[in-house]
Structure formats: structure tokens, C-alpha cells
């Protein structure tokens, strides 16, 4: 039995037009969305959805319903798989049968999205009435934005007080628990007293896709810092798979062609201000597979926009390398790299709508920045550069889903390096086949050197920096801990030094958790947690794309160390337990046979 709580739950998190949009083409119609019935034969369109609130309805047919009949009736699928699927695409997990999920849990997401309405609602009117609006209007207008684009994305004021929206908060009765964990109260250590966590700042509602304020952005008005806060990650709010602007991109342009992929939320509302609706801000992070997946349901066009300089071109790398096994036929990736001091903001207030989308018509393509990037650091005039690209370049084609633009990538690689597209792909598979080997089992003579020493005997220094690049790996790419199973993880529990990887490994696979955020929020309190920040900052020689190899690599060689150790120790424990039956002939000869190895109590 699946619990109401958790079903409402589910529901109530999903968009039901970005779940019926796949099946039946949805046209913005005041509040609602029209489009022909998916369940009879019409021409003129009596098929209605509102997102608000979260139902169909057919003034043809009568059928009516929610996302998850949806999926059932239309899509023919079983409650449960329509269910789980509905689940996984809004971050939750299905309970298993055994499990019951906690009521107190979901009370507690709904009681946060009322806090988060009412404290949206709460700066709107300080932006609007307080004393000291002036600081917040001024500073809006300097930025050049109307009254109408702090309208329609609902921006606010958190006045230069401690405890403004606590006051507030105190007259709507919310457990002060729920206060906390929400984000908007920041509790004082070892004290029970809290304080506001958003203080002298325009605010930023950050909006899941049914419009549902889930975390908020601010903007410090005044000098300090951080310039920019977020709130913190919380049961309603994972900030790696939410985007700034989308909610309010998909309502002002209801038929997305593109979407900008920028990096602050003032650069979304300037852009929104000039013209230009289709913006969106990740929120402090890198691009992650959660962003990309969730653009590419809208939009077959992705440009990400950077700044020039290096840094703005390695985060631009990252988010390419990111969408690779997303590139299927149809869809596009396009780079916008900025001039020197300038940002999407000051730009377009510069060169205003024209000229803005002047330098999108003519940004950098995919493959273009993919080969000039790899192409920076090698001689293309020798047989060495050539065949140094076609190394570096084949791993990334291969993720790309199969399809014409794969094969296109192969071609123009071909191009490059002088060889048949054939040639390049038997070269792959090859050279692939070769990292297998060297990544897969460990060859008996490996295993036996690394076996040879006593458990208590290896290298400190070299199993702890074993330990500390599986771990740093783990910090940066959470979802390396996919690559084994719990069962072959809970083996590395035997050696007390393998701890920490051990207990890190646990957490995620258990939480199913993929943000380093939340990972650092549960150690806090461990002695190791200073080691672990150290780690997460620790520069890799690898580039991500090789994290997963090194990785394995690792867990293998931990594994059968500890599996021969133990195999090892049974074989001497069953010796022991014989040695009674044995003349003290017979002793002598296994002693010399084994040469003193580990056989002290012969």
C-alpha cells in the first residue's frame, strides 16, 4: 500500500502540463492551456488543463482527471509505474512494501510551502510599504528594472532587521521547527533562539514548475557580504535540479523555441526587461544532468552564456560535457561567450534587444567549441596532436546517443585527424577495451602483491591517498557510487581505515543523494568533517570524465585486497584448528614449505 500522504505528495509537485504537453500539442489560453482531446477524434480543440490546479478536463468527451490517470488512461500504464515515474521526475522515491514514509515527513513539506508562500508574500508588501522601500526601489531602478518585471517574477524586500520576518511569522502560528527548516530562520548555536536568515536584500522567489515558491535568492543592498544568498537545501528545495526563471520563462513564452542558460538572476530579469523571456539561472552551481534533462522537455536549444575569460570557458566545458548523453537528433547545444567586463545584464542594456539577440544568431556551435577546446594544447601539424585528439575526442562522441549528429561528430573528427570514420571507431573500441582491462578485474599477480602484506602492514600513506581521491571523486560526482553494489560496498566496512569512504558511500546510496551540499550539511558534526572540506577542494589531475575508471579502479583493488585477506585468514584458522592431528614432522614441513608466512602458531 502506497500512502495517500506520499501520492498527494507527488502530485502536488508535479507539472501536469509538462506531463501532458509530450502527448498532445497544449496552446496558453488565458490562465489555462487548450489543445485537441487525446481520448476522441476532434476538430476544434474542447480539451482544457490547468496547471494551477493540476487537472484535465474535456467539455467533448467529459474525461477529467489528474497527471497520474493521465499517464494510466492515455499511456495505458499500471498505477504503480505511472506512479514511480511521476515520483522519480519531481526528486521522490517510491516507499518500498516494507516501508512506511513517515506522515510527519510530509506534513512537514507542506507546512514549508506555506511558510515559503507567506514569506514571499511578506517581502512583496515591504517592497511595496515599508519605511525604508526607498534603499531596495532605488537600487532596482539603478538596474534599470520597471515595476512590472518586479511584478510579474514577485520580487521583494527583507528590511535591515533581525527578526522582521520572524514577527511576522509569529502571528501565522507555524511551529518554529518548521521556521528552520525551511530556511528563512537560521537557529544560534546551542541557543533556542533564531533570526532572520535574509536581511537588507531584494529578494528572489525561486519557483518549482507549477509556480510554487520552493527557496528564495537575495540580493545584499548595502556593502557585506555574501552579495548573494541562497537558502538552503530542504525538503522541498534541491538547488541542483532547479533553475531560476523557468517557471516564469514557460508562462511569458508559452512555445519556447531556446532557452539562455545564464548565471545570476539579474541577468534573467534584464533580460526579461529587453525582450528577451527565455532566460534562466542555475542557482549557484554548475549545470548538472537534473537542469539539462528538465530544458531539454521544453526546448530542443540550449545556449549556455559565459563570460571570455578562462573561467567562464571551463564552466562553459563542464556544461558540455554534462549534455553529451543528451544530444539526441533534433536537439542543440549553442555556447555565447561575452565580452571582457561585460555580463548578460550590462550587455543588453547596452546593445538592447537586437543587438543581444544579434550575438545569439552568431554564437559559438557545440562542435565547434568542442574541437577548438581539445585542439588548445595540442601541434594539429604533427601525427602526434592527431592522434592525441582522436584519443581525447572518441570517449566524448561515445556518449553521445547514436544518431546522425554522432555520426556527423565522427565525420568532422575524421576530417581532422586524417583517418576513416571507420578507422576511428575500430580505434575506439579498442582503446576502450584496453581501459576496460586495466579498469576490470585486477590480474592474479596484482592481487597477490597487494595481498602479500599483513592488513596492518600497507603503506599508510598509500592507501590513504587511495582513500582520499575515491573520496574527492565522490565529493565532485556523487553518482560514482552507482557504479558498485551496497552488498560490495558493505565488504569495506573490515578496515576500520576505509571508514570514512565507507560511511560516505552509505549516506549516498541509502539518501539517494547527489548534492554535495546535503552531504556536508550530515557530516557537520563528524571529527572528519574539516578532511572532508579539504577533499571536496582538492585539485584532480583527471579530468572528470575519467573520474569513473579511477574510481572503480580504486573500490577493485580495496575489494580483492580484503576479499584475499580474509580468504587468507580462514585458510590459517583451518590449518590451526588441524595442526593437533599433525607429527611434529609434519609440522616442520609445512613450516618450510610456507617459509615463516603467517603460520606462527604451527
Known sequence: ????????????????????????????????????????????????????KGFYHCFGCNAHGGALKFLQEHLRMDFIPALEMLAERVGMKLPQQDEVLPRQENRERRVIYEILEHASKFYKEQLRTNSTRERAVEYLKGRGLSGHIARDFDLGY??????????????????????????????????????????????????DLRGKVIAFGGRLIGDGKPKYLNSPETPVFQKGRELYGLYEARRRTPHLEKIIVVEGYMDVLALAQNGIPYAVAT?????????????????????????????????????????????????????LFLPDEEDPDSLVRKEGKDGFEGRLSKCTSFTDFFYSHLESSLDMSTPEGKASLSKMAMPLVDQIPKGVFKQLMVNSLSSRVGLTSETLISASASYQKRKSRQSGPIP????????????????????????????????????????????????????????????????????????????????????????????????????????????????????????????????????QRAIGTLSSEEKDLIRRYHNGHSLKNV
Open 1 to 52: 500500500m502506497i500512502p495517500q500522504d506520499f501520492i498527494e505528495e507527488v502530485l502536488d509537485r508535479t507539472d501536469i502540463v509538462e506531463i501532458i504537453e509530450a502527448s498532445v500539442v497544449l496552446k496558453k489560453m488565458g490562465k489555462n492551456y487548450q489543445g485537441l482531446c487525446p481520448f476522441h477524434k476532434e476538430k476544434t480543440p474542447s480539451f482544457t488543463v490547468s496547471q494551477d
Open 158 to 207: 527583507s528590511v535591515a532587521k533581525w527578526d522582521s520576518l520572524q514577527t511576522f511569522m509569529a502571528s501565522s502560528n507555524f511551529e518554529r521547527v518548521f521556521l528552520n527548516n525551511s530556511g528563512m530562520l537560521v537557529q544560534r548555536d546551542g541557543s533556542d533562539h533564531s533570526y532572520d536568515r535574509f536581511r537588507d536584500r531584494i529578494m528572489f522567489p525561486i519557483k
Open 283 to 335: 542557482l549557484g552551481t554548475a549545470t548538472t544532468d537534473n537542469h539539462i534533462e528538465r530544458l531539454f522537455r521544453f526546448v530542443s536549444r540550449i545556449v549556455f552564456c559565459f563570460d571570455g575569460d578562462e573561467a567562464g570557458r571551463k564552466a562553459a566545458w563542464k556544461a558540455l560535457d554534462a549534455v553529451l548523453p543528451y544530444l539526441q537528433d533534433g536537439r542543440t547545444v549553442a555556447f
Open 444 to 575: 592474479p599477480s596484482s592481487i597477490k602483491n597487494a595481498v602479500t602484506l599483513a592488513k596492518n602492514d600497507i603503506p599508510k600513506s598509500e592507501l590513504g591517498g587511495q582513500v582520499d581521491r575515491a573520496v574527492s571523486m565522490l565529493l565532485k560526482q556523487p553518482e560514482l557510487a552507482d557504479l558498485f553494489e551496497p552488498e560490495e560496498y558493505s565488504l569495506l566496512k573490515a578496515d576500520e581505515r576505509l571508514s570514512l569512504l565507507s560511511d560516505l558511500l552509505d549516506f549516498i546510496m541509502h539518501e539517494d543523494i547527489l548534492s554535495p551540499e546535503i552531504i556536508f550539511k550530515y557530516f557537520n558534526d563528524r571529527p572528519d568533517f574539516m578532511r572532508l572540506q579539504q577533499l571536496a577542494k582538492k585539485e584532480q589531475l583527471l579530468d572528470i570524465s575519467q573520474f569513473a575508471d579511477e574510481f572503480k579502479g580504486i573500490v577493485r583493488l580495496q575489494l580483492h585486497r580484503l576479499e584475499e585477506e580474509s580468504k587468507k585468514t580462514d585458510i590459517e584458522n583451518l590449518l
